[in-house]
Nanobody, 121 residues
Framework: VQLQASGGGLVQAGGSLRLSCAAS????????MGWFRQSPGKDREFVAT?????????YYADSVKGRFTISRDNAKNMVYLQMNSLKPEDTAVYYC??????????????WGQGTLVTVSS
């Protein structure tokens, strides 16, 4: 599975962005997917994860719960992260990942290249 994240940019605090992750590979629909983020000098941080099943679990980091929404479209091989009410502390490079429904980066097998989100105060 190859992953390509996009949709990052500069936004003011309180604004919204939607990140997209395009996946290649016929087995995309069988993988759990996740979003992580990394700020300079910090470890990669879990953001959200979604099951391959439409009725499967979805988990969020406490820091984004109620503001971010993860979703997927298996027919289009896409995963999305809708980010609302953005805060300056959300500034980071965001990565999509495939292969697990876990909160630990090491559990994921495939990673995209990252897209930068900058939230100005």
């Amino acid at each position: 599975v190859q992953l390509q994240a996009s949709g990052g940019g500069l936004v003011q605090a309180g604004g919204s962005l939607r990140l997209s992750c395009a996946a290649s590979g016929r087995t995309f629909s069988s993988y759990g997917m996740g979003w992580f983020r990394q700020s300079p000098g910090k470890d990669r941080e879990f953001v959200a994860t979604i099951s391959w099943r439409s009725d499967g679990p979805i988990y969020y980091a406490d820091s984004v719960k109620g503001r971010f929404t993860i979703s997927r479209d298996n027919a289009k091989n896409m995963v999305y992260l809708q980010m609302n009410s953005l805060k300056p502390e959300d500034t980071a490079v965001y990565y999509c990942a495939a292969g697990a429904i876990r909160t630990t980066a090491a559990d994921y097998t495939y990673w995209g290249q990252g897209t930068l989100v900058t939230v100005s105060s």
